[in-house]
């Protein structure tokens, strides 16, 4: 599964916006486990865990 908008988060945690051939933005968004990634800035843009939640209930 990608990280797409739309698409449920695995893991909690700071997710970074990439472009579509792998640029990075330099922008984050926090998201909760379950809960789905909000819409990018521009089209095909996907996110990427960059720091992880550091507690039992954001594995």
Request: hydrophobic share 15%.
């Amino acid at each position: 599964m990608t990280n797409k908008p739309g698409n449920k988060a695995s893991r909690s945690g700071q997710y970074e916006i990439v472009g579509p051939r792998g640029g990075r933005t330099g922008k984050e968004r926090t998201v909760v486990k379950n809960e789905p990634f909000p819409p990018t800035p521009k089209a095909n843009q996907h996110y990427e865990l960059v720091d992880p939640t550091k507690n039992k209930s954001g594995k």
